[in-house]
């Protein structure tokens, strides 16, 4: 795992040390905390998430992929583990969301798509692909509703994810498995999915 994803790690954990522990959500019980009386709702949480996610993405893709391969030092590819590569700034989100899933936490987080490259980044339920469609008029809304699964209910949200490099615009434009290929800078590409555990379900 790369120094970049642990710090990714390393930012979402202490976000949800500092809030999540917080977290005030009906039906689910409080432990005693230093800030006593102090909470956020959990679409706050969500945003802060998000913002670390995307904030940590952005440096990656401006300040190493797009750096390094100016300065003909290492290129980024689809390969990166077999060729020795950086990986693509949506892999290097992708493998970011794996590591946070192992930590054991619950929160997920992953990029989906209208149009993706790999057919496994596609929405997988109604409720993503529903807002995957409103970022075409709303793409500065998160798109946000509840789910169950497992015994246990789970807030989720979905952000509008855009083209703002031209390393990403240029990588699905040319890609041979790309179902659309006129991208331009800051079109919505797809959207980011977080979900956040609320707790198990009331037998």
């Known amino acids: 795992m790369t120094s970049s994803n642990k710090l990714l790690s390393g930012a979402i954990t202490l976000t949800l040390v500092f809030i999540g522990a917080n977290l005030s959500l009906p039906g689910t019980p409080t432990t005693p905390s230093p800030l006593v009386g102090f909470s956020l709702p959990v679409e706050t949480v969500a945003d802060y998430v998000h913002a670390v996610i995307e904030a940590d993405r952005d440096i990656y893709t401006r300040h190493v992929v797009e750096r390094m391969q100016s300065k003909g030092i290492v290129v980024a590819s689809e390969n990166w583990m077999e060729k020795n590569t950086l990986p693509l700034p949506a892999q290097f989100l992708m493998e970011s ?44 809304r998160p798109y946000v509703g509840f789910a169950e699964a497992g015994g246990s209910r789970y807030f989720k949200a979905i952000y509008a994810d855009l083209g703002v490099t ?10 041979p498995n790309s179902p659309k290929r006129d991208f331009k800078l800051n079109d919505v590409m797809g959207g980011i999915v977080i979900s956040i555990p609320l707790g198990q379900l009331p037998n």
Do not use: M
Request: aromatic share 10%.
């Open 166 to 175: 031209q390393a990403c615009i240029g990588c699905h434009n040319a890609h």
């Open 97 to 140: 969301g794996k590591f946070i899933a192992k930590k054991g936490i619950g929160i997920r987080y992953r990029l989906i798509s209208l149009w993706p490259i790999n057919k496994q980044n596609a929405a997988a339920t109604e409720f993503e692909e529903t807002g995957l469609g409103t970022f075409i008029t709303q793409p500065t």
